[in-house]
């Protein structure tokens, strides 16, 4: 992973508008990790600049943020559930749940297996 030190200062009020209301599921492989976490404690996360939401939006957004397609390649999936998936190359899985034409994030998945 990247310094976290090095993220950007982001304007956390625009964040969370593009975030599911009820809560997100973040998954990532390595370490087992699977929660769910409510608005408020991903907002806590984002201010205080630590925990897994904060890591993986900042990672998420650092890889994305290459210009090289093997980085920030974009595939789009309109599921039966009215969900989209973006996948952002081979690194992460984003879902969204349609609701009133806006797009707020309800999972973001890590999809790296790290250290084999």
Excluded: R
Excluded at 37 to 50: A, D, M, N, P
Excluded at 62 to 71: A, E, G, V
């Amino acid at each position: 992973m990247h310094k976290l030190s090095s993220t950007p200062n982001w304007n956390i009020t625009e964040v969370k508008s593009h975030l599911s209301s009820n809560c997100v599921l973040f998954k990532a492989p390595n370490d087992q990790y699977n929660k769910v976490l409510s608005l408020v404690q991903i907002e806590k996360e984002l201010k205080k600049k630590v925990g897994k939401s904060y890591e993986m939006i900042s990672h998420m957004s650092h890889i994305y943020s290459m210009p090289f397609k093997q980085y920030s390649d974009l595939k789009f999936e309109q599921t039966d559930k009215n969900e989209t998936i973006v996948s952002i190359a081979d690194w992460y899985k984003l879902i969204f749940e349609n609701k009133q034409n806006m797009h707020l994030l309800k999972g973001c998945e890590y999809l790296q297996l790290e250290g084999e």
